[in-house]
């Protein structure tokens, strides 16, 4: 009947490494389980079952990974019953929502204030201290932030350059602010607020 495998994100979104990280990294609003088939490729066989669940903002990889595998706790009976009676579904994969997964870099740590920052937010939360911006070549990893709304009548920022707003640091992004609430150098906690001069 073939080889099966469990792949815990919503293939064809997310094959290959570590789908968690990714799945938050991007700021995906879902995840899930999948059950396929084995092929040559690299996740892309054929579709048995499929579960879907929710990606919260402030998720940690292992709080995904676990609402992932409680509901997917049920496949494995059907999975047994349905080879008992060879009635395994197959549904082939979508390949023009294919994303296939690299192995995590320094570089994918790297904040990008291009992004939303609910897709920052997303991902300082899900590894703090880990997530880092550049200053004069410096590294600063982000230990929390927050969201904060803007005034859309003051646009002239610059990106990427970070800004005191109401006594707090922030950086501009497309969608909002991302405030800076505590900053990690050399495995210290510094004042945000000492970084702009």
């Not at 009947?1 to 570590?18: E, V």
């Not at 204030?113 to 880092?132: C, D, H, I, N, T």
Request: hydrophobic content about 35%; overall charge neutral; proline content about 6%.
């Amino acid at each position: 009947m073939g080889a099966i495998n469990f792949h815990n994100s919503p293939l064809p979104r997310h094959a290959g490494r570590h789908p968690g990280f990714w799945t938050i990294w991007y700021g995906d609003k879902e995840s899930g389980m999948v059950v396929h088939f084995l092929d040559e490729g690299i996740d892309t066989g054929d579709i048995i079952y499929q579960t879907k669940v929710p990606v919260l903002p402030g998720d940690k990889i292992d709080k995904v990974y676990k609402r992932v595998f409680d509901t997917s706790e049920k496949l494995i009976g059907r999975l047994l019953d349905d080879i008992e009676n060879e009635s395994l579904p197959r549904k082939p994969q979508d390949f023009s929502k294919y994303l296939y997964n690299y192995e995590i870099t320094e570089k994918d740590y790297e904040l990008d204030f291009r992004q939303s920052a609910e897709v920052l937010f997303g991902r300082v939360k899900m590894a703090p201290g880990k997530l880092y911006f550049l200053m004069e070549g410096q590294k600063y990893g982000i230990q929390d932030c927050s969201i904060m709304e803007e005034p859309l009548k003051n646009r002239n920022f610059e990106t990427g350059v970070p800004y005191v707003m109401n006594k707090k640091l922030i950086f501009v992004t497309p969608r909002k602010y991302l405030q800076v609430n505590e900053v990690i150098k050399d495995g210290k906690s510094i004042d945000p607020l000492l970084l702009v001069k």
